[in-house]
């Protein structure tokens, strides 16, 4: 045995364990990994992407800061866009079908969620895949021959399928492809390790039982954790508002980060920053006996996740700038202007300035008394009609969003 051989093993070994929920079988990829480092052929690591939507939040990022870590060790990572999934419709709506989507708005957010992955990933040790690369090849035959390969009964045991059927909402037939579609796209890239969810280990040990089918070492299943939203309670989901997304203002991200539950910063620390897992241990035992400031674990928290996407040094700003606003009670310097016309509702000028992305936004934030000039009353009328009066006074939106009209 090479005691350096073993170090290097264990040394990486180590660094890409960090934040793992599963890795299955654990045994084969300390084999596949110690094969890797002696005979300098890179691991393909892969990770697929829904281009369902160009929005991306922190939570979409867990897999592939681990894509990353496997980066920084010299292996290559192996993103698949599913394309062909999205252009049928696939089953990740949970209690429905999603509706198939154009080409042309796949191709656009895909480039959009690429463009923001690369945020994290090596751009030159990362492969981009489209599943239209092979399966436009693949004739019925071919489907025929691999839907042999797994059960209904196997496939009906997926969660997602299981309570659909337990909930009697539509299940149609090609949903259950998604999970075999999945597992394909292992046999074509040769995938080594797939990365993904506690929730996606029935597709990931799909890709492991037809690489075996096809005569080819199987992969292993790296399995992360789901991060749970800026609630606290439910995980991260733009649908539920709970989320951190990465194109969001340097500023509105520190304050979300901010927002979070005390008790949620160690999960955090440590699957959205490189901080090492001992000093992660450290600051969850110095927050449970009180030795260590809550507040200022989170205000560095937020500073490390915001200079992650923009400028170093921008969390460190948008620190100072929170301070301000929420213990001196001075306002944001860079406050967006908005010139309105006269006599418009307020919900019309909430919504054109893109201070608030939607008119029902708009009227849920308004509903929640959310909404106030700074130095006066809350706004309790989203209809209300602002004259000239309102000419040089700062709207405010919930606790970090500002306008001035002007």
């Known amino acids: 045995m090479d005691p350096a051989l073993e170090k290097e093993v264990q040394k990486q070994l180590e660094y890409l364990k960090k934040g793992v929920s599963e890795i299955t079988p654990e045994d084969e990829f300390v084999a596949m990994l110690r094969k890797s480092i002696d005979s300098g ?15 991306v939040h922190l939570g979409h990022t867990v897999p592939f800061r681990k894509m990353r870590h ?15 999934t999205a252009s049928i419709g696939d089953p990740s ?14 191709k656009l957010n895909s480039q959009q969620y690429m463009d923001q992955m690369y945020m994290i990933l090596d751009k030159e040790r990362t492969e981009v895949s489209f599943q239209s690369e092979w399966f436009e090849e693949v004739s019925l035959k071919d489907v025929i021959r691999w839907a042999s390969q797994t059960t209904v009964a196997k496939l009906l045991s997926h969660e997602t399928f299981r309570i ?8 149609s037939l090609h949903e259950l492809f998604y999970p075999v579609l999945q597992g394909i796209d292992s046999v074509y890239v040769k995938a ?17 039982d037809f690489q075996k089918l096809e005569g080819l070492k199987p992969q292993v299943a790296m399995l992360l954790p789901i991060i749970t939203g800026t609630c606290g309670s439910q995980k991260m989901s733009k649908s539920l508002g709970n989320y951190i997304g990465i194109l969001d203002e340097p500023f509105d991200k520190f304050g979300k980060v901010m927002s979070i539950p005390d008790e949620q910063m160690c999960e955090y620390y440590e699957l959205l920053t490189e901080t090492p897992l001992e000093k992660v241990s450290e600051l969850r035992a110095g927050l449970k006996d009180h030795t260590l400031h809550p507040n200022e674990l989170k205000k560095n928290l937020a500073s490390m996740i915001v200079d992650d996407f923009h400028d170093l040094g921008t969390g460190q700003a948008m620190r100072e700038q929170f301070e301000n606003v929420f213990k001196k009670k001075k306002l944001p310097d860079d406050i967006p202007e908005f010139a309105f016309q006269r006599g418009t509702q307020l919900v019309d000028i909430l ?30 009328n989203a209809e209300v009609l602002l004259d000239d009066s309102y000419a040089g006074k700062v709207i405010k939106v919930g606790k970090r969003k500002f306008l001035k009209l002007i």
Do not use: W
Request: charged share 25%.
């Open 351 to 380: 919504f054109s300035s893109g201070l608030l992305s939607s008119k029902g936004e708009v009227r849920r934030m308004v509903k929640q008394n959310a909404v106030s000039i700074v130095d006066g009353d809350k706004i309790t």
């Open 41 to 55: 052929v890179p691991l393909r690591v892969k990770c697929g992407i829904d281009p369902t939507s160009p929005d």
């Open 93 to 106: 709506g949970k209690n429905e079908s999603r509706p198939p989507l154009s080409e042309d708005q796949i």
């Open 192 to 208: 080594d390790v797939e990365l993904g969810g506690t929730d996606q280990k029935f597709n990931v040990l799909m890709g492991r």
């Open 70 to 84: 496997f980066q920084n060790m010299g292996h290559i990572g192996t993103v698949i866009i599913g394309d062909y």
């Open 164 to 171: 659909r059927l337990e909930k009697n909402l539509p299940l």
